[in-house]
């Protein structure tokens, strides 16, 4: 089965997460069972762990303090 790549609305580059540490995100990939699109990105501190989690939750919004904030902030296309 053959399907066309979905587009998304989020680019590469680093994002700074709603508590403070930075992330790169490499790419948005696509789940082989469910279809449902992953972020893949990687950590900006200790061990660098790489980490994937569905793109509607990377885009979301969290309420801190009162305010509303994306859980990621895109920061820059570089480090």
């Known amino acids: 089965m053959t399907t066309a790549i979905k587009p998304h609305p989020l ?3 680093i994002y700074q997460h709603y508590k403070g540490p930075k992330y ?3 790419y948005v990939a696509t789940h082989s069972e469910t279809e449902e699109q ?3 990105y990687q950590a ?3 061990e660098f762990s790489m980490w994937a989690r569905p793109l509607s939750m990377f885009l979301e919004t969290v309420e801190i303090d009162g305010k509303t904030v994306p859980r990621f ?3 820059s296309d570089t480090e």
């Open 38 to 40: 992953l972020v893949i």
């Open 73 to 75: 902030a895109y920061l």
């Open 44 to 46: 900006l501190y200790g």
């Open 24 to 26: 790169k995100v490499e």
């Open 11 to 13: 680019k590469s580059g």
